[in-house]
Each structure stands twice: as structure tokens, then as C-alpha cells.
């Protein structure tokens, strides 16, 4: 089965507004460590119909006043046809390409990455992690927890698990730990994530008094995500239509899964289906 979190609501237009003025803020303190103009970060991403997710992601949604870290690096997930746009972008930023990781060298445990570009400058580092699929963002729905889903558009943020996240707790995705040998790859980032403060939450504890619902899946649509958009859309088309043209698809749903109940067999494999 898998969790979705309560609905996050701003009691009024004016705290509205005053989230997204904080948000848009992080975001400008956090991009800034990586290009000295950050509008030039977000136009690539806009051009580029990329994302930032990863610790990025993280930090931006996290209450600033606990977090006693910085991420060292920022992760660009974009598809195969804008990636060359995306890395001569970065390249004019004084960013070199250090390496490249496609197919066997690959140590993520996520069919949905294609191929990974890792730049430095001085000692920012940036990497564009290439979808398999039609949208950038299908990768983040098969990491190691809910605690990286989430990314960040050139105008928007995006939680899969905002109750979750917000309160810096989260799920360990059952496919990284049922289905396979624990890699080091996913250990260390398990880890790094719990000396961060982020607390690992067992799912009895979240499960006890829950009665399963009809369907076992979540959407990037559905109303207990949180989805805030941090500029306006342009006024001649829908904000469904604008996010489609920005995340390259309409809909994407996603299972955690695990051990669901009244199934046979018991364990089911998480899994992304795009629309």
C-alpha cells in the first residue's frame, strides 16, 4: 500500500503569498552557490524543461532554522533531447565536465536513469541525471525513500509526501530493500540522510488503525501532494496545461507498495506508470 500525506493548506492569501515570498527566497540563496546569476539557472531549467531534485529539493522545503546542512551539489534531471542544450548551458557558466557514468557503470538501483553528466566549477559540482522515460521526472519516484520526492521547476515546488517531509520524517521505499541486496550506493545515502535529522518512520507504527483504501497508487495531481507554483502561469493557457509543458507529460502515478494487504503473493514491487 502506499502512503499519502494529509493536505497542506495556507489559512489565508496573505500567509499564501508570504510562503512562496520565503520560498522564492531559499531558492535564490540555495541556486546562487552554483551560478552566480541564479535567473540564468532557472531560464536554463525553463529552456530546458529540467528540475532540481535530490538534496537541493530537500533543503529548499525544509524549516531553514533546523537544517544544519548545505547540499554540495545540485541534481539536473531532464530527458534525452534537451540534454545537450542543458550541458552547453552549464559549460558557459565556467562548469567542466568531469565525468560520465551510462548503462553497466550506473550504481543506482533506478531503471528510470539513463545516463549521468557531472560538471565541477571551483568547488560547486552539478549533475544532470538523464531520464529513461518521456519526463525528468519519473527517477525521483524510484529512490531510496519519500524524503527525494520532491523537485523544484524554474517556477514551481513539488512534495509527493508534504506531512511527511515537512515534519523531516520519511518512508524507505520497500523496492530498495525486499526486492534486492541493499547497495553501498543506497546505504550511504540512508544514512547521510538520518545524520541529517531526517527521522526513518517504521510503517506499523503508520499503518495501525489504517482500513485499505480502493486503489494503492498516488498521482503527482492528487490534493495531498503539494504543489505550490512561486510565479504566475501565463494567462493564456491552464495551469495543468503549463505544468504538462514543463514536466513533459499530463499525469504520472506512482506505487510504493510493499506488503499490501488481501494480495497474493503479499509483496508487490513498486512502479511508475505515465500519462
Known amino acids: 500500500m502506499s502512503l499519502t500525506s494529509t493536505n497542506l493548506w495556507l489559512p489565508c492569501k496573505d500567509h499564501a503569498a508570504a510562503g512562496r515570498h520565503y520560498l522564492l527566497y531559499c531558492r535564490l540563496l540555495l541556486t546562487k ?11 536554463l531549467l525553463h529552456l530546458g524543461q529540467a528540475i532540481i531534485s535530490g538534496s537541493c529539493a530537500l533543503h529548499l522545503l525544509l524549516p531553514q532554522g533546523d537544517v544544519m546542512w548545505s547540499p554540495h551539489d545540485v541534481d539536473v534531471y531532464a530527458t534525452h533531447k534537451n540534454v545537450d542544450f542543458l550541458i552547453a548551458g552549464i559549460k558557459l557558466q565556467g562548469y567542466q565536465i568531469i565525468h560520465v557514468t551510462t548503462g553497466n557503470d550506473l550504481r543506482y538501483s533506478n531503471s528510470h536513469v539513463a545516463s549521468i553528466f557531472s560538471f565541477v566549477c571551483d568547488q560547486c559540482k552539478i549533475n544532470i541525471i538523464v531520464s529513461s522515460s518521456t519526463t525528468p521526472i519519473s527517477p525521483i519516484f524510484q529512490y531510496h525513500s519519500t524524503a527525494l520526492m520532491n523537485f523544484i521547476t524554474h517556477d514551481s515546488v ?34 547521510k540522510y538520518h545524520d ?76 511508475i506508470h505515465i500519462t
Open 158 to 191: 513539488f512534495c509527493a509526501y508534504p506531512h511527511l517531509t515537512l515534519h523531516q520524517q520519511l518512508l524507505v521505499d520497500p523496492f530498495v530493500i525486499f526486492t534486492q541486496a541493499l547497495k553501498c550506493l543506497t546505504l550511504e545515502a540512508l544514512i
Open 196 to 271: 541529517q535529522g531526517i527521522c526513518y518512520l517504521k510503517c506499523c507504527n503508520l499503518h495501525r488503525d489504517h482500513h485499505c483504501p480502493k486503489d494503492d497508487y498516488c498521482s503527482n495531481h492528487d490534493e495531498d501532494c503539494m504543489w505550490m507554483q512561486l510565479t504566475p502561469s501565463p494567462s493564456s493557457i491552464s495551469s495543468k496545461e503549463y505544468c504538462m509543458t514543463e514536466i513533459g507529460i499530463a499525469n504520472l502515478q506512482w506505487w510504493l507498495r510493499g506488503y499490501v494487504c488481501h494480495k497474493t503473493p503479499p509483496f508487490l514491487s513498486s512502479a
Open 33 to 43: 552557490s552554483f551560478f552566480e546569476n541564479p535567473q540564468d539557472f532557472f531560464d
